[in-house]
């Protein structure tokens, strides 16, 4: 049921609030759009290593230090504590550790058969809802399987306009039917 901010029921066909609009100016958690754009380039872009992007950082604030300025960053930690701390979604991270557990060989047991490893990921169920409830993508892409023709041509327009999605679609709503 839809409500409004106080949770006083809405009529069913009560239109979205607006979202809340944001400044220009409004980096947050950053401190600007200098600061923003620097963490983009260094750990996004051009991938830098930690100890490059220490070095850049260390250059950066000593060329600014005689105009009482400082680079956006302290180091590579203060960059991705900042970048860690960027709000991206609702989906939150989830880990699991995953190891080998298969028959090993007698000798020479490679590392890799011995380590654990921690995977990070977010629900791909959670992110797909965050998508489809985010207004920006409204009009971006079909929720639904369709088929589009233009006489005898079928038109392919993208994935939800393809065979094996109405296929599927067809074959899983058919089977309500029995």
């Not at 839809?2 to 958690?29: E, M, Q, T, Y």
């Amino acid at each position: 049921m839809k409500c409004d901010a106080d949770g006083h029921p809405l009529p069913i066909n009560a239109k979205p609030f607006p979202r809340p609009g944001r400044s220009n100016n409004n980096w947050d958690p950053y401190k600007d759009q200098l600061q923003f754009e620097t963490a983009d380039l260094l750990f996004r872009q051009t991938k830098s290593s930690a100890s490059s992007v220490d070095k850049v950082l260390k250059l950066w604030d000593e060329s600014l230090k005689p105009y009482g300025g400082s680079a956006p960053f302290k180091d590579h930690r203060d960059l991705h504590r900042m970048i860690d701390s960027t709000p991206l979604a609702d989906a939150p991270w989830q880990s699991c550790k995953f190891y080998y557990q298969g028959d090993k060989p007698i000798e020479d047991v490679p590392a890799w058969m011995d380590a654990k490893y921690d995977i990070w990921f977010r629900s791909p169920r959670s992110l797909v809802q965050d998508i489809i409830s985010n207004p920006d993508f409204a009009t971006e892409f079909d929720y639904a399987p369709y088929q589009e023709y233009h006489g005898e041509d079928h038109r392919f327009g993208d994935f939800m306009s393809g065979d094996w999605v109405w296929k599927q679609a067809v074959r899983f709503s058919s089977s309500f039917l029995v």
